[in-house]
Structure formats: C-alpha cells, structure tokens
C-alpha cells in the first residue's frame, strides 16, 4: 500500500512543475486523494460490501470534486490533475501512467448492464473537459484535445480532437521519444512537441528536432570513420547551454504579444 503511495507521489512531480514537495503533495492533491479513496471503495466493492463501497465513493466526492464509481479498475501511476469534475463510470478501466485533467468524463452511452464506459491503455492523457463515452478503446499513448469527445475507438499514438472527435494525425512512438530525449538535451521541455499536435509552431519544433537528430548521427557516423582511418576528431562536442531565465522570459514575452493581439483584434 505505502509503496503504491510513493509511486503516485513521484508520479506527480514526473508531470506537475508546479508539485514542489512531497508534504504539498501529500495535502493539497485533491486527484491523488480520490485515486486513494478508490482504491479502498474498489477493495470493499470486489468484498461485495457494494454499499459502504458507494458510500465511501460519495465521501470522496463530496470532498475532492471527482467522482469515481467503485467498479471502475485503475492501473498504477494514474493522476488526476486539478480533479474538479471529472467522472469516470462503473466499467471504466484505466492503464498504467494515465492522466486526466479537470472536468474530464468517462461516461456511458447506454442503460443496458455490461460494459459500457471507455477502456484506456496505457499512457493516455485526456485533456480538460474532454468527453469519452461508451465502451470503446482508446489506445496507448494516445492524447485527447480538451473539450473533445470521443464516441469511437481511437488508435495507439494519435491525437484526437474536436466534437465529434477526430484523428489529427498519428506519430510513432519512437519518434515521439527521440523528440523528447533530444529536447532534454538541449536542456528544455520538450511538452506537446510532437508532429500529431495542430499547433503549428510545435509542429516546427518537432520538425527541427528531427533534423538535428538526424544531423547528430551523420556528425557520429563521419567521425567515426575518420578516427579508424587514423584520425583524433569529436573527442568532445560542445554542449548546447540555454539560460532557463532567458527563455522563460522569452515565453512570457511571446505570451504578453499574444494577450495584446487578441485584445487588438477584439476591439
């Protein structure tokens, strides 16, 4: 159990910046204290205590704004950030390292017993206010929009958004995770950077990332082939340093443009 505990901690700090230590976690994480209270419910639910089960399901609402139906099954690492709102039904069930934000559903679409909420594999992270509804399966990897919903199965490693949803584009994971270990080398974060996002200057990102890792091992490639001919080249690369001050006041910069853009715009 406190194993489980540390886990869903360091979970937290894995993908919340704003998560500074682990006393603030343990007390002002409303997601994490419904995940606990679930996995409870969940336990006397399967006893088939079903109503203290229920009951224990309702305090939780009451006290963290998430409502969980006790029959749901939740993998490990899951985290809920912000929490407010969201439901997840009976039949849902829930991969490892899956993260929901606020007002997020998981719901139904039928009166009918049986399965009838979303399966979501491993890796999944829905945006704010998104909607997923029936018992269709949303792949691993897989990112849904804020504010989409979702009412067909949605395949490993795409991004859905809009209402009714829609596939953007797919990018594989490998591709994925060379972006975001070359962006950790260059020493930013490297957060919806990835070629199935609609935004077009993460697109541009990504696309730079891909060239440079490409440039990166054609760089190896040619000095390793000098160094066995006799050469002593690349012995040591120079490191590319960002100051983070100077490009978290770029981005504050950028977004203080935008703000004055659209409230131009909106005159």
């Not at 993908?15 to 419904?34: I, K, M, N, Q, W």
């Not at 419910?41 to 006290?63: D, E, P, Q």
Request: aromatic content about 8%; some cysteine; proline content about 4%.
């Amino acid at each position: 159990m406190f194993s489980g505990i540390k886990e869903d901690i360091r979970s937290v700090f894995d993908r919340d910046p704003a998560a500074r230590s682990t006393f603030e976690v343990l007390t002002t994480y409303p997601g994490l204290h419904a995940i606990w209270l679930h996995r409870l419910s969940h336990k006397l639910w399967r006893a088939n205590w079903k109503w203290l089960a229920r009951w224990l399901s309702t305090i939780g609402r009451w006290l963290t704004g998430v409502e969980i139906h006790p029959g749901a099954r939740i993998g490990r690492r899951f985290f809920i950030d912000h929490g407010m709102g969201v439901v997840i039904g009976e039949t849902a069930e829930i991969g490892d390292d899956c993260t929901l934000y606020h007002g997020v559903t998981l719901g139904g679409t039928s009166w009918s017993p049986g399965k009838r909420h979303p399966t979501l594999g491993k890796g999944v992270v829905i945006g704010a206010g998104a909607k997923v509804l029936g018992p269709l399966y949303v792949g691993e990897n897989a990112r849904i929009g804020s504010n989409a919903v979702v009412v067909k199965d949605v395949p490993a490693g795409c991004t859905v958004v809009g209402i009714p949803g829609r596939i953007v584009a797919k990018t594989d994971a490998e591709t994925s995770a060379q972006r975001q270990q070359l962006a950790k080398k260059f020493g930013f974060d490297a957060y919806a950077v990835s070629a199935d996002n609609p935004d077009p200057v993460a697109n541009a990102i990504g696309s730079l990332l891909d060239h440079i890792h490409f440039l990166d091992n054609k760089v190896t490639e040619l000095c390793q082939s000098v160094n066995q001919l006799g050469g002593n080249v690349c012995s040591e690369l120079p490191q590319v340093k960002i100051d983070e001050a100077e490009f978290k006041l770029a981005e504050q910069r950028a977004a203080e443009q935008r703000r004055k853009e659209d409230e131009t715009s909106g005159a």
